[in-house]
């Protein structure tokens, strides 16, 4: 299986930071759209995705709807893990690592997978 440092994902504007850190700490390579420069950009969706592709990263965010029909018109990509507000940073953090470990064993990869993550 994939290590996690190997797992490299792009985090939406909308995505809470402190889920960032706890995945970032657990050992997974995040980038934000802050971090690149682009806060506050309002950013396209659809640039969004474009630019995790360049990347070979999957996007992570809040934005469930968008991103759930882009991969429906754009289903070739790294990976979309869409996700429910929570407010408990660190569980929803375990949430995702635990659905990313559970689509790579399944798949083999993320890539091209829609990952669902609820409370």
Partial sequence: MKSKKSIRLYANENFPRPVVEHLSNSGY???TIQEQGHASEAMADEEVLNRAINDERAVI????RD???LHEHHPEHHG???CS???DFQW???LIDQAIQ?????H???TNQLIRVHR
Wanted: hydrophobic share 45%; glycine share 4%.
């Fill in 85 to 87: 507000v929570n407010e």
């Fill in 80 to 82: 979309i893990i869409v």
């Fill in 29 to 31: 390579d995040v980038l």
């Fill in 108 to 110: 083999k990869s993320m």
């Fill in 92 to 94: 929803q953090a375990g």
């Fill in 67 to 69: 991103f759930i029909r």
């Fill in 102 to 106: 559970s689509t790579i064993k399944r």
């Fill in 61 to 64: 965010t809040l934005n469930r």
